[in-house]
Structure formats: structure tokens, C-alpha cells
């Protein structure tokens, strides 16, 4: 694994123009906390802001030095690339990023897209509109033939994906593992849901053959896209459920950020600073222990920190080796869920302007020739970011692939050049595709493999994006965020609902509901700290 494939922003990285005033290193640590979160993922950060916004002391323990993890960024060659994550939902009103931008009394800058993507293959290219009206007379048009078919399908994705958007405002809780899971549960449900009861065992692919809606390659291998994307599985592996919302989402808003996903980092950062919490940057965690009523939290410098609840912004599969001998059976269970996950692989480029559209913000999917698999670099999506402030500075291209993390630590050195090389190839062929003229303003390019994840990320494997929505792993199958320990909960991308900056909102949003549990059953530890930010909180269960 090459070092140099991606590297840490400098230690005086600038975000907005101002250095960060509060690094989060060197000064003495206060080291007894009503809450510890472990990595500043979009989950992490969530729970963490919450919980300073309601009094809790609260400290937020970072390997990196910048937050946001998978969807963070870093910069490279003068140029500010998205470390993963790049399409936003859950700004519009009563999306989950809105809500929780509400409770905590802050602005954003996310704008409405009218197209959330372009979609490019060899033989066609239309635009995914966010408008339902403008996008059913672009589907007509890009795959005609069987229309009554596939206009079944789209009111049975709008009818069942509308249902579970409804109720993903209202805050759920899958699994349900304590009565006051329950309870949540319960007070999200509406009679709507009961439509979802007969696709709970069923497959995208399944609704496909009873719409008619399957029998146009073209359009399937569109949906397997959309869905390899959305949820890691194509339509014949992905949950209906699941798929139902995936499909829909785009049409209930799409958004972009001046500074992309990790502007949403820096935001809950913010809040979390403004209301007496603290980061700990280039700080990594080696032990979780539970000692007494308290976890003691270890970290690679020496350092020792207790709190009364822990929230593991990690993947679960990470989890035994800082838990030791006191990992509970539940998470002892999660390396299976290894094989469930995939790895990435991706391009970030720093392209002149003048061959890219004009337009500040853009996503494009391109799709490989009809038959041709989806994975390892024949199918990619295509980010470009907005323009920096520098007169003819490049503008920064993300290009991301799925592909089997496991291969790749397999392989030689030698070996292991060669398929970046190799996928590389194919990334810019298909940039090139979508932008003619591509590869003659390329100024320069850097691969990140699954390694490389690994490195930055601390991720097991370099796995990314998320467990592979499937019925076995969704909704009632996901992992939930109660550990199995007393006063450990989890969120992030293994845990329900999933991947998605929306998705890692929710599991924070119930990690730190049930931590704040704990921490109200101890009576003072929330009030004897921060009582007038506390007061700020008013209503409602988040």
C-alpha cells in the first residue's frame, strides 16, 4: 500500500477561510464525561451535538484530524476532495439533517437540486429529475415500451417509499431491543404502514415481475444501478422495503453543500464546541472497558477518559478488539456481517474547468454496456464539486466504484499496481464518456483502494458504505444500536438504517436517545452540567 494514495490535510487546515481556532489538541483534557463518542463520523457527531445541546458533558475521540470520517474530506495537491460520501438528502422540511439542524438551533446552506443525476451509458443519457413530473417524462423517453408496466412500478416505489419517509421523520427504532424501543417504534407507526406488511419478505426484483415493469433490460440494469448505489444490492438481492425508499428518495429533495458532506461535520462540530463539548483530533481509541457504574476509555497516547455512556461511531466488526473479553455475545456475532459489506474504489481528480459543465455541483452515474457487470470499475459514480476560490485553480473530481475489498489485500505489490492501474483505465474512460474532453484537462489523479480506507479511516478491511441491504440484514434483520452492554450504544453505517448521511442521522439520533436514558436514570448527571443549554431543548423525543 502506497502512503502517498491519499493524505492527511495539513495541521492548519482552513475550514471556511478560518484556521480552526480549537484543534482539539494539546490542552489538558478534562477527563470524567456523562458521554464519550467514539469517532466524529455524521452519527457520531449527531449524537454528540445532541447531547451538548441538552447539557451533557460530552467529548468526541477522533484518529483523524479533521471530522466527518467516510464522509469527510482531505486535501490533496492544493485541491479539497470528499474523502466518500457525496450525494445529500434530508434537508428538505422534515428530513432528518433539517430536524436535527432545527433542534439545534442552526443554519445550513444546502440548496435544492433540480437534477439529481445524470445518467450516462453508451447507447443513451437522461437526467434523474428531482421533479416526479419531469422525471416520468424522461423515464418514458430513455426506456419506451411497457409503459403501463413500469408506471405501476413507479407508484408502487412513490406509494411505499413516501410510508417509510413519513416514518423515518418520526424517528423509528429496528430492531426493537428494550421497551423503550417499543415504545418508539410505536409512536412512529401510522395505519399507512400496514402496506409495507407484504413486502417485509420480498425483493425489488420480486416487485419487478408482479409490476411487469422487469422485462426491459435496459430499464432493470438502470434500477440495479440506482440500487447497487442506494443500498449495495441490486434488485434481485435488495429489500423492497428498502428499495421502495431508495428509488423515491431523490424526488423528496436532493441538495448540494458548498463544502460538500463534510460541511454537515463542521456544522455539528460547531454546535457541539458552542454548547461546551470537546474533540480530541489524532486521538485513537485502543480500549473500551466498563469499570463500576462508568466505561474507562483508553487511547493510544496514554490517555484514560471515564464516562457513564460510550457511543461507538465504528463499524460493529471493530468493536471486539477494544471491547476484549467483555464483549457481549451480539457483537462477538457481527464478522460475519464482514462478507455483507463492500469495498471502494475510487478516483479523486483535480480537472481544469474548461472541460467540465458549468454548472457548480453535479453527479453523474455512467453505466457499462449492457451485460456487463456493475462492480470493479465498469460502473461508477461521478462527483463534480463546485469551483474553489482561486482564479484557474482545477476543480475537484470524485469518481467512486464498488468492488470486493477482500481481493485486494491479497494481492503482491506488483499485483496491486497493476489493477489500480487497471481501474483507473476504466474510471477515466468512463469520466471521459461524460465529459468529452476529460482526460486532455486531467491535471492530476490519485486512487484510493480498500487499503487505503483501511489506513485512513481505521475502517476493518477498508470496508465502506454500510452493510448490503438485503432482507436478511434490513429493518428487523439490521443491526441495532443497543451493544449488548450496559451504557454502550452504537451508530454509523452498520447500524439500522444504514448507509447514507440520513441513515447514519437516525442511528445517531436513537444512540443518543438511549444513552440520554441511562444518563436520566442517574438522576443529576445531565443537570449539573450545562442546565441553561439544556433549557434549550424543547418538545418532541429527538
Known sequence: MNATDLVHAPRDAMIDGSPCDDDGRGAAPVTDYDLIVVGSGIGGLTAAALAGNAGARTLVIEAHNRPGGCAGDFALGGVLFPAGATLISGFEPGGLHDLVYRRLGISHRAVALDAAMEVVSPDRRFTLWTDRDRWAREWRAAFPGDEAAKERFAHWSETLGGAIHRMASRLPVLPPRAPRDVLRLARAFRPEMLRTVPYLSRTVGRVLEQTGAGSDPHFRQFLDAQLLDATGCDTADASAVNGAIALDLYHRGCFSLPGGTAEIARDLLRALRRDGGEIRYETTVT???????????????GGSYSAATVIA????WDLPALLGEQTPRRLRLTE???????????????VDAAVLPAREHMHVQVLPPLGEPLTEARMCFITVLPRGRRTGAPRAVSVSTHTDASAWWLLSRDALDERKRLYTERLLDACELAFPGFRGGLRFARAATPPTYARYTLRGFGLVGGLKNNIRNSLFGAVSHRSGAKGLYLCGDTVFPGQGTIGVTLSGINAWRSARDDLGMMGTAMRSHGAMVAARVRGGDA
Not at 313 to 316: E, G, R, S, W
Not at 336 to 350: D, K, P
Open 287 to 301: 480500549a473500551l472497558r466498563r469499570s463500576g457504574q462508568h466505561w474507562k476509555v483508553r487511547t493510544h497516547d
Open 313 to 316: 461511531n465504528i463499524p460493529v
Open 336 to 350: 460475519r456481517l464482514q462478507r455483507q459489506s463492500w469495498g471502494a474504489f475510487l478516483l479523486h481528480a483535480a
